[in-house]
């Protein structure tokens, strides 16, 4: 299971911190990533890290001001995010799948992250 925490509002210029915890399993030679979906739109690809290793890796939109990052223990995961702005606003999910595989099959339940502008 996959417990995501830590949404909120804030006024654009400010940070968010989520979280995902991870249990039940595991979750050794995987990833963990977030995902965000706006209203009316797709869900998209947010960032996501290798738990053993930690390459992280970001969607441009998100590069320079959203940080992803392995707690401890290691089946916790951080998504800081800095200098928000209107257009992050969304639902953020977390999901986990194995590092050699293209398919996330664990997600957890989302977590509202709205920016006022």
């Known amino acids: 299971q996959l417990q995501a925490s830590g949404g909120g509002t804030v006024q654009a210029g400010g940070s968010l911190r989520l979280s995902c915890a991870a249990s039940?399993?595991?979750?050794?030679?995987?990833?963990m990533g977030w995902f965000r979906q706006a209203p009316g739109k797709e869900r998209e690809f947010v960032s996501r890290?290798?738990?053993?290793?930690?390459?992280?890796y970001y969607a441009n939109s998100v590069k320079g001001r959203f940080t992803i990052s392995i707690g401890n223990p290691n089946n916790t995961v951080y998504l800081q995010m800095n200098s928000l702005k209107p257009d992050d606003t969304a639902v953020y999910y977390c999901a986990a799948k194995r590092s050699f595989s293209v398919n996330w099959n664990y997600w957890g339940q989302g977590t509202q992250v709205t920016v006022s502008s």
């Open positions: 890290i290798r738990l053993d290793g930690g390459s992280q």
């Open positions: 039940g399993r595991t979750f050794s030679s995987y990833d």
